[in-house]
């Protein structure tokens, strides 16, 4: 049965009201080491061990003293050297200052660091003395960490479903967790279709391609945070894509290439059709992209009945990428308990202007490539790639986003505000 084609906006809901069914959904769990936790998806939230600093710190080479006592800008008498790493020494006498290294502990006594390039230090050896510099005061607390201060032993650091980054493990290892609960990654069927297929390791004959779609999709399913499971490709027909559908119940998502447009040998939506598949778009009003196909197929009555949801993705490479970023990769983030927001979009100013006129009522994603750091202070910088239509590889490798130009928009001026996807 078909559908009145949904617009880009249409169809993003739909994939969002899936994802927001899915919510209580809870992916199982590993334990990876510290140094394998990147990209990987907090299973529990990770609690503070400790005060965090454990003792009151310096953030700075200088002096630790009394605020009052140097704003008098008084001589002090320096009292010895605190190195970071040396256990907390003896409270500071009155009038005195002690040297001190960032990251050292401030001494009882002392509530400030005055930095080295704002004081200035006189005399030799033990009676060397430290005062600040008239054209500074010192408050109480600067350039002091307070025990405590980041965290309370207890606290939350950080909750399930964060995403792990840099920041995250270098907070976790200051923490002392040498190893993470993650969610385990779901695991993405990828089935590539077409007569013209050859692996990638052949040399196609004339009328054949190499799948460049197979290792194309496992390395987006890779960077949204699913475990690629390429298959075998499979032939345009009936036999080839039951046979390859008969394999995909294990899978926790599954995406097809090819075979899903109007053509006499697109047999894809038929043999999903057969295996009971309930469409919940068979089209959508974008370009590239638009015979886009998402439904979800039963499984049987085991553990795990839960339907699998499954993403038709058009042949054509860059439709095939759009598509995957647009829809797939929201709902793969979801089922990878993330909660990090996919499709990630920004702004960036167009560098040339922009006149193609596009079908009517149709969104389009041109391939771009933003330079982010081009001008600093003003917003990125994009020029759209010039390509040959959407199964143009070397356009696709020449972009990092896909600049999106709304429905009705005909032309869009040198400098306009625009949307991009990102790559
Ligand atoms: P289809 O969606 O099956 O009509 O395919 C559209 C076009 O995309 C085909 O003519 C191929 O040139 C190309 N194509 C299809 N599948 C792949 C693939 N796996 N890798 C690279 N290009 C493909
Ligand atoms: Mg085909």
Same mark, same amino acid.
């Given at each position: 049965?078909?559908? $009145?084609?949904?617009?880009?906006?249409?169809?993003?809901?739909?994939?969002?009201?899936?994802?927001?069914?899915?919510? =209580?959904?809870?992916?199982?769990?590993?334990?990876?080491?510290?140094?394998?936790?990147?990209?990987?998806?907090?299973?529990?939230?990770?609690?503070?061990?400790?005060?965090?600093?454990?003792?009151?710190?310096?953030?700075?080479?200088?002096? +630790?003293?009394? !605020? !009052?006592?140097?704003?008098?800008?008084?001589?002090?008498? /320096?009292? =010895?050297?605190?190195?970071?790493?040396?256990?907390?020494?003896?409270?500071?006498? @009155?009038?005195?200052?002690? *040297?001190?290294?960032?990251?050292?502990?401030?001494?009882?006594?002392?509530?400030?660091?005055?930095?080295?390039?704002?004081?200035?230090?006189?005399?030799?050896?033990?009676?060397?003395?430290?005062?600040?510099?008239?054209?500074?005061?010192?408050?109480?607390?600067?350039?002091?960490?307070?025990?405590?201060?980041?965290?309370? $032993?207890?606290?939350?650091?950080?909750?399930?479903?964060?995403?792990?980054?840099?920041?995250? /493990?270098?907070?976790?290892? !200051?923490?002392?967790?040498?190893?993470?609960?993650?969610?385990?990654?779901?695991?993405?069927?990828?089935?590539?279709?077409?007569? *013209?297929?050859?692996?990638?390791?052949?040399?196609?004959?004339?009328?054949?391609?190499?799948?460049?779609?197979?290792?194309?999709?496992?390395?987006?399913?890779?960077?949204?945070?699913?475990?690629?499971?390429?298959?075998? +490709?499979?032939?345009?027909?009936?036999?080839?894509?039951?046979?390859?559908?008969?394999?995909?119940?294990? +899978?926790?998502?599954?995406?097809?290439?090819?075979?899903?447009?109007?053509?006499?040998?697109?047999?894809?939506?038929?043999?999903?059709?057969?295996?009971?598949?309930?469409?919940? &778009?068979?089209?959508?009003?974008?370009?590239? %992209?638009? @015979?886009?196909? &998402?439904?979800?197929?039963?499984?049987?009555?085991? +553990?795990?009945?839960?339907?699998?949801? &499954?993403?038709?993705?058009?042949?054509?490479? /860059?439709?095939?990428?759009?598509?995957?970023?647009?829809?797939? $990769? @929201?709902?793969?983030?979801?089922?990878?308990?993330?909660?990090?927001?996919?499709?990630?979009?920004?702004?960036?100013?167009?560098?040339?202007?922009?006149?193609?006129? %596009?079908?009517?009522?149709?969104?389009?994603?041109?391939?771009?490539?933003?330079? &982010?750091?081009? /001008?600093?202070?003003?917003?990125?910088?994009?020029?759209?790639?010039?390509?040959?239509?959407?199964?143009?590889?070397?356009?696709?490798?020449?972009?990092?986003?896909?600049?999106?130009? @709304?429905?009705?928009?005909?032309?869009?001026?040198?400098?306009?505000?625009?949307?991009?996807?990102?790559?």
């Amino acid at each position: 049965m078909k559908f $009145a084609l949904p617009s880009y906006d249409q169809a993003l809901k739909m994939v969002g009201d899936y994802v927001a069914r899915l919510g =209580g959904f809870q992916p199982a769990t590993e334990c990876v080491e510290l140094g394998q936790a990147s990209g990987r998806v907090l299973a529990h939230s990770l609690a503070a061990d400790s005060d965090q600093p454990s003792f009151a710190r310096s953030t700075r080479d200088g002096y +630790a003293c009394r !605020a !009052a006592e140097a704003s008098t800008h008084a001589p002090l008498a /320096i009292n =010895g050297v605190i190195r970071a790493g040396d256990p907390p020494s003896g409270s500071l006498p @009155p009038a005195s200052a002690r *040297e001190i290294m960032a990251g050292a502990p401030v001494p009882n006594g002392a509530d400030a660091v005055m930095m080295y390039d704002r004081a200035e230090a006189t005399g030799a050896a033990k009676s060397r003395k430290v005062r600040l510099l008239q054209s500074h005061t010192l408050k109480p607390g600067e350039n002091i960490v307070a025990r405590g201060a980041q965290a309370r $032993a207890g606290d939350e650091l950080l909750c399930a479903g964060v995403a792990l980054h840099a920041g995250q /493990i270098a907070l976790a290892a !200051a923490y002392g967790y040498t190893a993470l609960n993650v969610f385990v990654r779901p695991r993405v069927a990828i089935l590539t279709t077409g007569d *013209e297929l050859v692996p990638v390791s052949s040399s196609p004959a004339l009328g054949q391609i190499r799948n460049s779609n197979a290792p194309m999709l496992a390395a987006l399913v890779a960077a949204a945070g699913g475990e690629p499971w390429v298959l075998p +490709a499979a032939a345009d027909n009936a036999e080839s894509l039951d046979a390859a559908l008969a394999q995909v119940d294990s +899978a926790d998502l599954l995406l097809t290439s090819g075979g899903v447009s109007a053509g006499k040998f697109d047999l894809v939506e038929a043999a999903l059709t057969r295996k009971r598949a309930r469409f919940r &778009f068979t089209g959508v009003r974008i370009r590239p %992209g638009k @015979p886009a196909v &998402f439904g979800e197929l039963p499984r049987g009555k085991g +553990a795990d009945s839960r339907a699998l949801p &499954f993403f038709g993705l058009p042949g054509n490479p /860059i439709a095939s990428a759009v598509v995957f970023l647009l829809f797939a $990769a @929201p709902l793969l983030a979801a089922l990878a308990g993330s909660r990090e927001t996919l499709p990630r979009f920004g702004l960036a100013r167009l560098s040339l202007p922009v006149d193609r006129h %596009g079908k009517a009522g149709f969104t389009r994603f041109l391939p771009a490539f933003c330079d &982010f750091g081009a /001008i600093p202070g003003h917003p990125p910088q994009l020029v759209p790639v010039p390509s040959h239509g959407s199964g143009d590889l070397a356009a696709l490798a020449c972009s990092n986003c896909f600049m999106v130009v @709304p429905e009705g928009t005909r032309s869009l001026e040198a400098g306009s505000l625009v949307n991009i996807l990102l790559l």
